[in-house]
């Protein structure tokens, strides 16, 4: 099992910068790629950011060029810088990941709890 925990959350204003970070625990699984969802009230859950192997990133339109994705393996964390913050950035921010057992070779995915971000004036 791998239990991912999400910090960083709360209140800014537009124009403003956050940092997301995700701390990931457990042991007997291999994470090939993390990710950053976002579920804003009323609306599908979207894909933010992931970043796999040897960093290769991909971001979604709508944070191109504000968003950044970092992963540290030593410390097992992933983390989201998010500069010149919108209105429309205001969601709940959930960590993921993808990895294979070290059991059964098989991949799981594992989700953290999210966290709120509310960009607002």
């Known amino acids: 099992q791998v239990q991912l925990v999400e910090s960083g959350g709360g209140l800014v204003q537009p124009g403003g910068s956050l940092r997301l970070s995700c701390a990931a625990s457990?042991?007997?699984?291999?994470?090939?790629?993390m990710s950053w969802y976002r579920q804003a009230p009323g609306k599908q859950r979207e894909l933010v950011a992931t970043?796999?192997?040897?960093?290769?990133?991909n971001y979604a339109d709508s944070v191109k060029g504000r968003f950044t994705i970092s992963r540290d393996n030593a410390k097992n964390t992933v983390s989201l810088q998010m500069n010149s913050l919108k209105p429309e950035d205001t969601a709940v921010y959930y960590c993921?990941?993808?990895?294979?057992?070290?059991?059964?070779?098989?991949?799981?995915?594992?989700w953290g709890q999210g966290t709120q971000v509310t960009v607002s004036s």
């Open positions: 993921s990941v993808l990895s294979v057992s070290g059991y059964n070779g098989d991949e799981y995915a594992f």
């Open positions: 970043i796999i192997g040897g960093g290769t990133t």
């Open positions: 457990g042991s007997g699984f291999t994470i090939y790629a």
